[in-house]
C-alpha cells in the first residue's frame, strides 16, 4: 500500500464531488460514504462561527456498490 498521495489527487476528488476546495474542513471516507465538511461563509465570503466554533455544512454521500 502507498503511503502517500499527490495533493492534486485529492484536490480532484474533492471537486468532483462538487465542494469548494477552499473551504473544506475534512473529508472522510468509510467503506459505505464519504462525509465532507466545508466551512460556511457569510454573504461577504468570511467565515463565520456559530460561539465558539466555526460554522460548518456537512454532507454525507453514500458510496453505491455493485452487485458483482
Known amino acids: 500500500m502507498q503511503t502517500s498521495i499527490p495533493f492534486e489527487e485529492v484536490a480532484l476528488f474533492v471537486e468532483r464531488l ?3 476546495l ?3 474542513a475534512s473529508v472522510e471516507i468509510t467503506p459505505t460514504r464519504v462525509t465532507v465538511t466545508e466551512l460556511r461563509r457569510d454573504e461577504n465570503g468570511r467565515r463565520f462561527s456559530v ?3 466555526a ?3 456537512v454532507t454525507d454521500i453514500r458510496i ?3 452487485t458483482s
Open 18 to 20: 462538487g465542494a469548494d
Open 22 to 24: 477552499m473551504n473544506v
Open 51 to 53: 460561539g465558539t466554533r
Open 55 to 57: 460554522a460548518a455544512v
Open 64 to 66: 453505491e456498490r455493485g
